[in-house]
Antibody
Framework: EVQLVESGGGLLQPGRSLRLSCAAS????????MHWVRQAPGKGLEWVSS????????GYAESVKGRFTVSRDNAKTSLYLEMNSLRAEDTAFYYC???????????????WGQGTLVTVSS | EIVLTQSPGTLSLRPGERATLSCRAS???????LAWYQQKPGQAPRLLIY???GRATGIPDRFSGGGSGTDFTLTISRLEPEDFAVYYC???????????FGGGTKVEIK
């Protein structure tokens, strides 16, 4: 079964750091770009970051550029999001998602995890 | 940066009726780069349509997508009870990788 499982969310104060993980299984992880998408409670979807299959090409939303870093470990079939200088507006469910098309750096997202909640509050 | 504007914000319909959702891009995009998702409360989004009109695996044929250039539509031919949800359009770029989502359309029971 193709599956993505996020972990690492929690409650933390503004300015702190957090690392999210996404464990992938059931597909050839190193063939696909991966993405992070977030959703503030009651709001719409917001793209956060993407990383291509070999990790050499990444992209970030302007709202997180310079604060968040995406990475992957193909040997461990895992995706990561390092989040620094967290702000209240970063509060959201964070989903990892798999690209629909192999090799392409971005595309439709055909597999999503269930999300992990990050709450930034003093 | 391409902005996707979805309309209406909310669509109130009855089961069995036809739903037509709109997604307008701030500049022309390739049909290959337009997708639609469905999201139900407490669940992750689910891919419905890719390439503007291709149905994803397991998606019933009452869902169809169309359009080109800056105007795209998602049509649900006859609403089933399980179709009441929020729908998002999405476009993407590959160099560097970048995704954009529309603001969503909620399809609610009238």
């Amino acid at each position: 079964e193709v599956q993505l499982v996020e972990s690492g969310g929690g409650l933390l104060q503004p300015g702190r750091s957090l690392r999210l993980s996404c464990a992938a299984s059931g597909f050839n992880f190193d063939d696909y770009a991966m993405h992070w998408v977030r959703q503030a409670p009651g709001k719409g979807l917001e793209w956060v970051s993407s990383i291509n299959w070999n990790g050499k090409s990444t992209g970030y939303a302007e709202s997180v550029k310079g604060r968040f870093t995406v990475s992957r470990d193909n040997a461990k079939t895992s995706l990561y999001l390092e989040m620094n200088s967290l702000r209240a507006e970063d509060t959201a469910f964070y989903y990892c998602a798999k690209n629909n098309v192999a090799v392409a750096a971005a595309g439709p997202l055909n597999i999503w995890g269930q999300g992990t909640l990050v709450t930034v509050s003093s | 940066e391409i902005v996707l504007t979805q309309s209406p914000g909310t669509l109130s319909l009855r089961p069995g009726e036809r739903a037509t959702l709109s997604c307008r891009a701030s500049q022309s995009i390739s049909v290959d780069y337009l997708a639609w998702y469905q999201q139900k409360p407490g669940q992750a989004p689910r891919l419905l349509i890719y390439g503007a009109s291709g149905r994803a695996t397991g998606i019933p044929d009452r869902f169809s997508g169309g359009g080109s250039g800056t105007d795209f539509t998602l049509t649900i031919s006859r609403l089933e009870p399980e179709d009441f949800a929020v729908y998002y359009c999405q476009q993407f770029a590959t160099s560097p990788p970048r995704l954009t989502f529309g603001g969503g359309t909620k399809v609610e029971i009238k």
